[in-house]
């Protein structure tokens, strides 16, 4: 362990300097157990490896800008004083013959020590990125830097020793011009290494990679811009990459989430892409947005929090900021359960829970907001919210539930995109869950103790709700009528209210 045990007693930030082949880049996370947030990001794109190829020396103008960016880095890590801070270098540094002097330089003109990452290391902490934001990953990483590209294997929760190779952008670039037939014949020697990480899956890390999806997106016309978890067929990268290899400088600068320094390595990342679908048989893509960074913050995490669901963890931290009740979130995950069993659109049992629980945790979330935008405010916040761990389907099916817990219409705030994401079963339950929250906060005034008084529970067609002697006139009155009738309706049955033994 590196200085983060006992990270669940309280939120504590954690500084990442992470000195690549292309950026240098300071993150500041805020850790509140398994819930991880990003707080602050700079990154500057010093090209450090852009020499490498031809010199075996760090680009002398990268150096200057990298000495500066490090600098105020160090001042910025001065002034927050976080827990603990990482600070690592990786393929330029690592294979440059001037590597060693640069770290000394950076030790003496910024007090920062820097671990340089083995290509083994590069591989393992990014895929130990991966994982910690997608926890049920399978299949081979790839994490594209500006020189070196690493490949491992996550299987069962765990991370198989990995290959770091010469295919980033600097490591390509052609003194006699970029070239795509002779680029990929260099990128199909590099790649014969990679035989042995064959998969239907890969799972990509890097900003060309995000760079590529951003594109893809754009193409599309897909609605939700959010890079992590964005999956894409095999075939419909394949012609993206392709488009994007044919375009010139001036043609890329102008295609959204294209930067202009990124359109210059752009071009050689799509083709190392397009040789990755064929070395490996690869059947669909996904993008990660966590990678070398998030491995080596995931590492040092304590094992509580290692066993805790990222989604639940950050649904919970997210909720709670805006909650009344730490217990409310419990007490209605027991309470809906045996409602959800009959609920239309049930896939896989395990993730439904999951989805379950992580919309009891947000079921506070619009208690402080302002009640005339409250529904749209919410919808919006879970859609794009940067907690990991979630399809972007899944996105879709938490802002449709809490949607509904908080009144609002079947056809959401945002209904094209609900309608691109989600099937009309999934978004029948999603409402369906939704509408049950509502129904048990409202009969409670959000008060678990009250809600113990009270049942809930679906029988031959008719969903009965009940309260024990003594509590059906405070609980079952008019509004909670109303809330079970609406819910009722959304499930296609009958109702019968009234007192008794039901209650749970």
Known sequence: MTGLEDSTTAPRDIAVID?????VRLVLYRLEGRAIWTVFNEKVLAGLGRDLATTGRLSEDGVTSALAALKRFAAVIEGVRPAHTFIAATAAVRDAEDGPDFCGRIAAETGLNVRVLTGAEE??????GVLAGIPDAEGVTADMGGASLELARIANGEVSPGITLPLGPFSLIDPKGFDAGRLRDTIGRRLKAAGDYRSDHLLAVGGAWRSIAQV????IDYPLHIVHQYEISAPAIRD???LIARQSRSSLD???????KRAETLPYAALVLEGLID??????????AWGVREGLLFEALDDESLATDPLLAGCLALGARQGISPTLPGALNAWIGRLLDAAPGSGDPTRDAVLTAAACNLADLGARLHPDHRTELVFDQILRAPIPGQTHAERAFLACALNARYGGSATTPQPATVARLLTDEQRLRARTLGLAIRLACDLSGRSPQL???????????????TALDGYADVLLGEQTRRRARALADAMGLKLDIGRGAGAS
């Open 216 to 219: 893809h997106m754009a193409l």
């Open 19 to 23: 000195i690549g082949s292309n950026s």
């Open 240 to 242: 993206t990459v392709r």
């Open 123 to 128: 591989a393992h902490f990014s895929a130990l």
């Open 279 to 288: 070395r490996l048989e690869l059947k669909r893509i996904t993008m990660s």
């Open 254 to 260: 102008k295609m959204p989430g294209v930067s202009k």
């Open 451 to 465: 809600l113990a008084n009270a049942g809930a529970a679906v029988d031959k067609g008719v969903l009965k709700l």
